[in-house]
Structures are given as C-alpha cells and as structure tokens.
C-alpha cells in the first residue's frame, strides 16, 4: 500500500485545521446571538414591555459583538 506525500498531508491537515478553527467562529456567533436574543426575551417579559425594545438593542449588539469578534480573530496578513 502506498503512502500519501508528506506534502499532500500537510495541506489536508491544514485545510482541516481552517475548517475547525471557521467552524468553531461560527458557533461561537451562533451563541453570542443566541444569548444576546434571549437576555433581550427575558428582560422585555420581566419588565412587561408591548414592544420587544431590549430584544431589538440586545440582538443587534449581540451581533455587532459576534462580528468584531470574528474581526479579531482572523489572522493579519
């Protein structure tokens, strides 16, 4: 059996590695939103409010948040 070129392993690991590290960014966008949405629920039932205004404020800078976030951590070339 043969072996694969060390070269043909190294750019399957780091293609694999990238796809780890932007899968991981997105669920951590998927959280930072999520939470950020259902603070907004919670204090809009607490206080009795008609309109959902901390659900409207929390959501957007959850995703204001989520997105410098991912500004951050995306590598400098």
């Known amino acids: 059996m ?4 060390k070269k043909k392993v190294k750019q399957t690991q780091k293609q694999f590695d990238q796809y780890l590290r932007y899968s991981g960014l997105a669920f951590q966008m998927m959280a930072t939103i999520s939470i950020g949405v259902w ?3 919670k204090i809009d039932e607490w206080m009795g409010n008609e309109f959902p205004i901390f659900t409207v404020v929390f959501s957007l800078l959850a995703i204001v948040g989520a997105i410098v976030s991912v500004i951050k951590s995306l590598p400098e070339e």
């Open 39 to 41: 603070g907004g629920i």
């Open 2 to 5: 043969k072996k694969a070129p």
